[in-house]
């Protein structure tokens, strides 16, 4: 797993507003749950791994300005070249 085992970013993070302090109201765990699935058998290069769609993101909500996030999970990117 080219991301998982490269990468120190997650994918699923606390830090993110969307989730923070998960739906009980206490803090879970950062992880990794996105993936980018390859053959098994491909002859590959990994070129390069990153997290993708973490920016901070400003909006209007209700007339008050909060700072979000794209999605409740950031995404990855894996640049692979086939060999």
Known sequence: ?????????????????????????????????DHVLIESDADIEVVETRRIFDEPLDITADGEEITTRLSDHYGVYVDIVAL
Request: hydrophobic letters at 35%; a negative charge; charged letters at 25%.
């Open 1 to 33: 797993a080219p991301f998982a085992s490269e990468a120190t970013a997650c994918t699923w993070c606390q830090e993110n507003p969307l989730i923070a302090g998960g739906e009980d109201g206490e803090d879970g765990d950062d992880t990794i749950i």
